[in-house]
């Protein structure tokens, strides 16, 4: 199966960016999104690339947050949110179950300039994730979590570590909190096949950073352990313009 995603920065301006011809290029399974700030009718008159199934998890706030999965695999199960009303309003969470796992789409929580929703972020929301994939794989299958995780973990995985230690996504609480997910037995795929630098999903619009490729890596796919030898490939598609970030994928079999 071959799952790409992507934080696409308001699926609407994507949609004018050239987001269906990635679709239809891109040829994936699977293609889950992040940030759509949009409801199912912002965009019902759209046609989506045949064959594919539209699933939402749209924020209350209108223009905010939200998530979506294109799937060509009929799931057996669709759900929305993690079960916890104080984190489910924000639309940041869809899980379809398919015959071998189940595949979360996630848009973390942002620490927020000045670190204003830092103890959110890793105090409530971080745990409370951890639990949802906890109580999933219990249902008996493995899972495979991807998305914007709004962290870099290591300081390979952006441009300027030293100059961004207490910057939202690069502080030592949420590279800790990550580190928790993958010791209570997850995988970040990308790393089992790519172990050097220069790798980013993310640019900030300022400064030409994309074009001088002073980027983060905070999109992921995170696998169970159980699905490692199952890993085919993982990459990064740094020249799929249209968002800030850039789509990522995962090939597993």
Known sequence: MRIVSWNVNGVRAALKKGLLGYIEKADADVVCLQETKAHPGDVQHVKWPRGYEV??????????SGTAILTRVRPKNVWNG???KVHDTEGRVLAVEFPD??????YQPNSQRGLTRL???VKKWDPAFRRYLKGLQAKGKPAVLCGDLNVAHT??????????RRNAGF????????GRLLEGGFVDTFREFEKGPG???WWSQMGDCRARNVGWRVDYFVASEKLRPALKRAWISPEVMGSDHCPVGLEIG
């Open 171 to 178: 502080t030592d609480e949420e590279r800790t909190s990550f």
């Open 101 to 106: 796992f189940w595949l979360v789409d996630v």
């Open 155 to 164: 300081e390979i995985d952006l441009a300027n570590p030293r100059t961004n």
């Open 199 to 201: 790798h980013y999903s």
């Open 82 to 84: 993690i079960g916890a």
């Open 55 to 64: 699933f939402w998890n749209s924020a209350e706030k209108k223009g905010y």
């Open 119 to 121: 103890d959110y972020r």
